[in-house]
């Protein structure tokens, strides 16, 4: 049986620390002007490390470890969001969610383009 390739260690868990500590809500929740902790620090653009190590491409592998440990590709996020909203926007390719006001967050919503609302 084939070992899944490692890609969280300490080196992680310490980068991790220090970035929850300097970025400390939960970015979906601030959008909904909502204040909650993160708890998970997010790859913005997955990485896809386990794959590309799995490939053993040189490219494919320097690529993906350059997004993982590329801080502008981090973000913080609460359990629930990174669990269930943020998986649901990789698989579907939408952003999921309103703002304060009910307006859909994915610039490409038929609301944005007059679509969704009711003419008076």
């Not at 929740?29 to 491409?57: F, G, M």
């Not at 943020?86 to 994915?106: F, T």
Request: aromatic share 6%; glycine share 6%.
């Amino acid at each position: 049986m084939k070992k899944e390739p490692r890609i969280y260690g300490s080196k992680w868990d310490k980068a991790r620390l220090v970035f929850l500590r300097d970025h400390p809500l939960c970015v979906m929740c601030q959008e909904q002007e909502r204040v909650v902790l993160a708890t998970v620090v997010d790859h913005i653009r997955p990485h896809r490390l386990k794959e590309a190590l799995r490939s053993k491409d040189p490219a494919s592998i320097a690529l993906a470890q350059k997004l993982f440990w590329d801080r502008k590709n981090w973000q913080g996020l609460c359990k629930p969001h990174h669990d269930s909203t943020k998986q649901c926007m990789e698989k579907s390719g939408r952003i999921v969610g309103c703002n304060a006001d009910g307006i859909p967050l994915d610039p490409g919503s038929h609301w944005h383009k007059g679509e969704g609302r009711v003419k008076t």
